[in-house]
């Protein structure tokens, strides 16, 4: 399950960004993911409230979004959404240049510089 390694390095990251900031702790986690990475929503879901557990990012939130498929017909070059072995609404045959959906990046990192790493927030 390729999920959970991906899930530690974005705890990873998150976390490197912190220290780098001076923050204390990582409240929330945007990342980019398209339909066609091959990677399972709620697995990595999953995992990264695990790796998230008994470090600055315990209780982060994650908003995951995701990038529809896009492609360019090879035939004629008409753009479409989908999967890749859908036809061709242009002339009805398969396949395509992939323009969008295999993304799969970090988009921002939010830090909380006033509270502790379990989450519990000085009045």
């Known amino acids: 399950m390729h999920e959970t390694s991906l899930a530690e390095n974005i705890v990873k990251t998150a976390l490197e960004v912190a220290r780098e900031n001076g ?3 990582v409240i929330r986690l945007h990342l980019r993911l398209g ?3 091959g990677v399972e929503v709620e697995t990595l879901a999953f995992a990264f409230q695990v790796a998230c557990n008994e470090t600055a990012a ?3 939130l994650l908003h995951i ?3 529809p498929g896009r492609f360019k017909c090879w035939t004629c070059a ?3 959404s989908g999967d890749l072995y859908d036809l061709c609404p ?3 045959n398969p396949g395509g240049d992939i323009l969008a959906g295999r993304e799969f990046r970090i ?3 939010d830090v909380d510089n006033d509270a ?3 989450g519990n927030s000085e009045p």
């Open 23 to 25: 923050a204390k702790r």
């Open 65 to 67: 979004e995701r990038v």
């Open 116 to 118: 502790d790493p379990g």
């Open 35 to 37: 339909e066609l990475a």
């Open 78 to 80: 008409n753009e479409r």
């Open 58 to 60: 315990q209780g982060c």
């Open 90 to 92: 242009g002339c009805g």
């Open 107 to 109: 988009i921002s990192v």
